[in-house]
């Protein structure tokens, strides 16, 4: 039986990835770019994952460049690009680049020489098929601020005027949810079309503009957003990239509550942990009677958040809630999660730490602001 939860995200598929970064130079830079390109190429070379790239240049435009990469799957790469050793190799580019895109793609077919199209090779239980989307596309950015400001970040980051929602004839806002957890703040967005033209869309709006200059002073990572590499780091370094999303096919509730859960993993087991998480909630959307209706899971290193829009309290059915349904996963979860971080200690069977994980885990909800048409 076909699964009734559509999956429109996920990094979990087994499929090799093909990232495309499109390139636009200032006049003069190229050799200077092409000595930045080598560096670069060098170190990436030996990173796990990695299989091979590629430097074009346009043969219109002299301006115009093309570096793509392809890459086993995509768990390694995006190790690897939310790095501070992937932060530290690019910044020779920095100088060079008038304007940058990046596009990460799954590789569902391929034809070789001679060959005829044929499906690439995936996980032998995980089929490489299109996922059917809904033309959302979802991403969310973390920070921390210093301890003692999160009341006043937290007015500050509720009070603001919303950015007008449409964006142009393709692009909309379609909803922004910002969690706080302790003095890490999570903002999510969902965007109808193109995410970056919707990202730099809500930059230039005054009223945002305004909000970013105002918590500037509470950020325990300094920041000058005037200023564009100062600005380039700082949004590179708070990229929480979604990795996975799935909604039920079952009609929606009229009474979802979304919330955050916030999942600290041990050293080196954010992406595993992830997957797990991912795992559960693909099976949730197949059952009937799971009060998880959709959720997207966001990963960064050793930090998880899983949005969810669920039916009733999540104290209802805490083991749900979290994402524990089935023999063994709660075990699963407390080998990947540092429980010291949420305030757990001891074993995940029991009940009492169940529910001490799901009051650390709930994020604080500062503002949900849906666009309306």
């Known amino acids: 039986m ?20 499109l390139l636009d130079l200032y006049e003069g830079a190229q050799q ?23 430097l074009c240049q346009s043969i219109e435009n002299p301006s115009q460049w093309l570096i793509t990469s392809e890459w086993e799957s995509a768990p390694p790469f995006l190790a690897w690009v939310n790095s501070e050793e992937h932060v530290e190799t690019v910044k020779p580019m920095h100088s060079c680049v008038r304007d940058t895109r990046s596009m990460r793609y799954s590789v569902l077919r391929e034809t070789g020489p001679g060959q005829p199209a044929s499906r690439t090779a995936a996980a032998a239980d995980v089929p490489v098929e299109p996922r059917v989307g809904d033309g959302v596309a979802r991403h969310a950015l973390t920070f921390t601020v210093k301890p003692g400001s999160e009341s006043k970040v937290a007015e500050l980051l509720a009070g603001y005027e919303s ?14 949810s910002l969690f706080m957890h302790g003095n890490r ?29 105002a918590i500037n002073p509470y950020l325990e990572q300094d920041r000058d957003l005037t200023d564009p590499e100062s600005a380039r780091v700082f949004f590179t370094r708070a990229a929480l990239p979604a990795v996975h999303h799935v909604v039920s096919d079952r009609p929606a509730p009229a009474d979802l509550r979304r919330h955050a859960l916030y999942y600290p993993a041990k050293e080196g087991q954010g992406m595993a942990l992830a ?9 949730a959307a197949d059952d009937p009677d799971h009060p998880v209706h959709s959720s997207t899971v966001f990963q960064r290193d050793d930090i998880v958040v899983r949005l969810v829009d669920v039916t009733g309290d999540l104290d209802l059915d805490p083991v749900a809630s979290l994402g524990l349904k089935g023999p063994g996963k709660a075990a699963e979860l407390e080998r990947l999660l540092d429980g010291a971080a949420v ?11 169940i529910n001490r994980l799901l009051s650390h885990a709930d994020m604080l909800p500062v503002t949900d602001r849906t666009a309306h048409s």
């Open 2 to 21: 076909a699964p009734s939860g559509r999956i429109s995200q996920s990094v979990f598929d087994g499929s090799r990835l093909r990232v495309i970064l």
């Open 32 to 54: 200077q770019f092409l000595e930045a390109y080598e560096l670069m190429r060098k170190q990436v070379a030996s990173v796990p994952g990695h299989i091979s790239d590629q």
């Open 163 to 176: 950015p007008q929602a449409e964006v142009d004839e393709t692009t909309r806002l379609r909803r922004t």
């Open 185 to 213: 703040v999570v903002r999510a967005v969902e965007v109808e079309g193109d995410l970056l033209v919707a990202l730099r869309h809500v930059a230039r709006q005054p009223q945002v503009r305004a909000v970013e200059e």
């Open 275 to 283: 997957r797990l998480l991912s795992h559960q909630d693909r099976a």
């Open 343 to 353: 305030g757990v200690e001891g074993s995940l069977e029991t009940d009492r730490n």
